[in-house]
């Protein structure tokens, strides 16, 4: 079964890096979407930057573009997400997830919001003061 698998949370300092790290298992799609959200108590999920590994350029909310940055390692097994000069406003539970609904449906697809994700990691806590 797909299994997710978050590590790389923590306490920084305005203006310090995190990077997050997702292990993935459990599946063979060559096209799907992978994405990192955040949410603070009392407010939606909100997707911070998505790639779509059929091509195509990784998509990043207007709050971190600039300063994080999604990637994957070659056997496409995990992916990153590299966050500088971290603001408190970062402070959030971070998921990572997997949509295996549409390999066809690009990046658009992957930017329609939480809810075209079927499979979620457990969260890491990133804290920034």
């Known amino acids: 079964h797909v299994q997710l698998v978050e590590s790389g949370g923590g306490s920084v300092q305005a203006g310090g890096s995190l990077r997050l790290s997702c292990a993935t298992s459990?599946?063979?799609?060559?096209?799907?979407?992978m994405a990192w959200f955040r949410q603070t108590p009392g407010k939606e999920r909100e997707g911070v930057a998505l790639i779509f590994t059929g091509g195509g350029s990784p998509y990043y909310a207007d709050s971190v573009k600039g300063r994080f940055a999604i990637s994957q390692d070659n056997a496409m097994n995990t992916v990153y997400l590299q966050m500088n000069s971290l603001k408190p406003e970062d402070t959030a539970m971070y998921y990572c997830?997997?949509?295996?609904?549409?390999?066809?449906?690009?990046?658009?697809?992957?930017?329609?919001?939480?809810?075209?994700?079927?499979?979620w990691g457990q969260g890491t806590q990133v804290t920034v003061s």
């Open positions: 997830a997997v949509s295996l609904m549409s390999p066809y449906g690009g990046i658009s697809f992957c930017a329609g919001g939480a809810s075209r994700y079927n499979y």
């Open positions: 459990g599946f063979t799609y060559s096209s799907y979407c």
